[in-house]
């Protein structure tokens, strides 16, 4: 178990350095970062005087690992546009977009796990055809898309929500809904496809041959199998609704790293995006190991190191 | 000896994509207590689907019992299996009757503990506190040949050796003492010496506990040394029943003498080819009116594909399903 999880913390290491060397490169590859980060109009004076007061004019071994060095301690320069450290500016934004992903994810779970329960239990009753329909709709509905569509119906026509902002408690409802529908279709589909394949299982024969009743032959052995690949189902997308709601942030002004990170990209303040990135990266490592370790509690193949 | 477990006219069909599987078609067989009932056949002859059908554990859709009885009996009476409700067949299933599957990697739940897997039938049926199904359930693991059953109680299935697993589904079955096991293929997927320990095993049982046993299996072999009484199935219907000595000493059914015939001598030293029965066993999408092993048989005539034979008397005990045997002698 301890050596299970250290060798995932060690392989979480590397990948952060990984995440770091990449963040570091991707300004330098394209040539001069000065002329990436400044505006074109910048007269050669100003750009030397820039590149004088970040350090461009270092051999890039000695800028790297100063990067490194100050990544480390968590500073990732000033942004351009605040002209403030760049990490205290994302940090300032995680509490909404964390409220907009947790929430999304129950929306998410909500659905998607009691229509896959019942789909995998009964398939080919209405309620299975429901959710097959809600699965494909899901995969194939633009979230930008749905997104106006709810605006339209829900703010503009009805009034019954905010189109944007974070000021009232229910403004978080629509942004929330829509990061939540692609994330409850592949919920939804994974519970479905492993509550039918666990049913089938011989194990649940052996436990219908020992005369247990229906409820606990759901709960105790197949919820509990359902369960372990579902984890790391709901943690990988967990990871994606907090690193991935820029469109969804943007159209609701959604105070939240998306917005931050759209806007920043806008006003090429690209230390800002530098940590925006690799902040986002270590969130999603950390919720990997999570469900590692989630993974691990449920599993005793995995607990002692099948 | 009195009877225990009297099927009658037993059917059973599956409804899938391809058709309709006429998978049992009318199997009537007789239990007694303490006896030892082999059923044998190759693959997909229903022997297996017989006796889930009988258990109620064919899974619906897209199985189907369409018709026939299962009648237990017990000092109040008998009760038909095939309509009880699906408590009082709990009560039945694991209390009454236990099971061993055929395959131990994959029968037994791969996230709980070997010994929570026991104790919660003992707790079902005997309607004990955890505590004491824990105690019982320690016996039990000893019972079957398992060492150090306190460390074993808390292991999971994978950190068993596949006879392991098979000692702990037996555990299971004979868990509350039941008055039928049934085992299906039991030695199937295990290697020759575990096999012996798993037969010896399940006979120790047997004789400490008077239970009578079904034991589904195509290993003839084992049926020998280990039956009372034999039942030959091929394409969902019983073609030969009699007693071991019996059925190997007087074989009738062209079927049991051809399988007979394909068991590998040790006692004959010059190499020989292995003999087998030619064809396949048939599409049981094919309802058929007819003898379903015709396709096959050397003596089938014309009679044999007007009209499905029954089972007939060919002596005490003795009973076969062939009309080669009763019109052209044998």
């Known amino acids: ?306 | 000896m009195a009877v225990i477990l009297e099927v009658k006219d037993l059917v059973t069909k599956f409804y899938t994509l391809d058709g309709v599987v006429n998978a049992v078609n009318g199997v009537s067989f007789t239990l007694d207590e303490g006896e030892t009932l082999a059923v044998v056949g190759e693959s997909g002859c229903g022997k297996s689907v017989s006796m889930m059908s009988v258990m109620g554990l064919i899974s619906s859709p897209p199985g189907k019992v369409e018709s026939g009885e299962a009648l237990y009996y017990t000092s109040q009476g008998a009760r038909d299996l095939l309509k009880l409700s699906a408590n009082e067949m709990n009560e039945v299933r694991g209390g009454q009757i236990g099971f061993v599957f055929q395959d131990p990697q994959t029968s037994l739940n791969p996230i709980l503990k070997v010994g929570e897997q026991i104790s919660e039938s003992l707790m079902k049926h005997l309607g004990i506190s955890a505590r004491d199904a824990r105690l019982r359930a320690l016996e039990l693991l000893a019972e079957v040949g398992i060492s150090d059953p306190e460390l074993r109680y808390n292991a999971y299935p994978f950190q068993m050796s596949g006879g392991m697993r098979q000692r702990v589904m037996i555990a299971i079955a004979v868990a509350c003492t039941p008055r039928i096991v049934i085992a299906d293929e039991p030695t199937t997927a295990l290697d020759v010496t575990i096999q012996a320990q798993i037969v010896n095993l399940l006979k120790q049982l047997r004789a400490k506990m008077g239970v009578a046993t079904i034991w589904i299996t195509h290993d003839l072999g084992l049926v020998a040394g280990l039956a009372d009484r034999v039942l030959v199935m091929y394409g969902g219907k019983i073609m030969e029943a009699a007693p071991v000595d019996l059925l190997y000493d007087n074989p009738c059914h062209p079927y049991t003498v051809g399988l007979l015939g394909a068991l590998p001598r040790l006692d004959i030293h010059e190499a020989k080819r292995l003999v087998s029965i030619d064809g396949a066993p048939p599409d049981a999408t094919i309802p058929i009116n007819h003898c379903p092993f015709a396709w096959r048989c050397i003596h089938a005539f014309e009679h044999c594909w007007n009209e499905n034979p029954v089972l007939t008397n060919v002596e005490e005990a003795h009973q076969v399903a062939c009309f080669h045997v009763f019109e052209k002698g044998g």
């Open chain 1, 1 to 306: 178990m301890l050596r299970y999880f250290v060798s995932k913390l060690l392989i979480s290491v590397v990948l952060l350095l990984g995440v770091l060397t990449l963040a570091f490169f991707m300004l330098r590859m394209t040539g001069d970062p000065v002329a990436l980060m400044m505006s074109r109009d910048a007269s050669p004076e100003e750009m030397e005087a820039f590149r004088e007061m970040m350090g461009f004019n270092r051999p890039v071994s000695v800028q790297f690992l100063d990067f490194l060095s100050k990544a480390a301690v968590g500073n990732f320069g000033n942004s351009l546009h605040y002209a403030t450290p760049a990490l205290p500016l994302v940090m300032e934004r995680l509490s909404a977009t964390v409220k907009l992903a947790v929430i999304g994810l129950l929306m998410a779970i909500l659905i998607g796990v009691p229509l896959g329960l019942t789909g995998g239990l009964n398939p080919g009753s209405p309620l299975d055809s429901l959710g097959r329909f809600w699965g494909l709709l899901g995969q194939s509905v633009p979230n930008f898309w749905l997104a106006l569509l709810l605006i339209l119906v829900f703010a503009v026509r009805l009034h019954w929500f905010p189109s944007f902002g974070a000021d009232q408690a229910k403004s978080v409802v629509l942004p929330a809904f829509v990061l939540s529908l692609a994330v409850s279709s592949q919920i939804l589909r994974m519970t479905r496809s492993t509550v039918l394949e666990v049913r089938g299982e011989d194990f649940v024969r052996t436990a219908r041959s020992k005369g247990l009743n229906q409820a606990t032959i759901y709960f105790k052995h197949i919820l509990r199998n359902v369960a372990i690949p579902l984890i790391s189902v709901i943690g990988v997308q967990f990871g994606y609704m907090l690193g991935g709601s820029i469109y969804i942030e943007t159209i609701f002004a959604w105070p939240g790293m998306g917005q931050l990170l759209s806007q920043a990209i806008g006003w090429r303040d690209f230390p800002l995006v530098q940590a925006l990135a690799i902040f986002t990266s270590v969130v999603v490592l950390a919720l990997n190991l999570a469900t590692d370790l989630a993974y691990a509690l449920l599993d005793p193949r995995i607990r002692y190191g099948k």
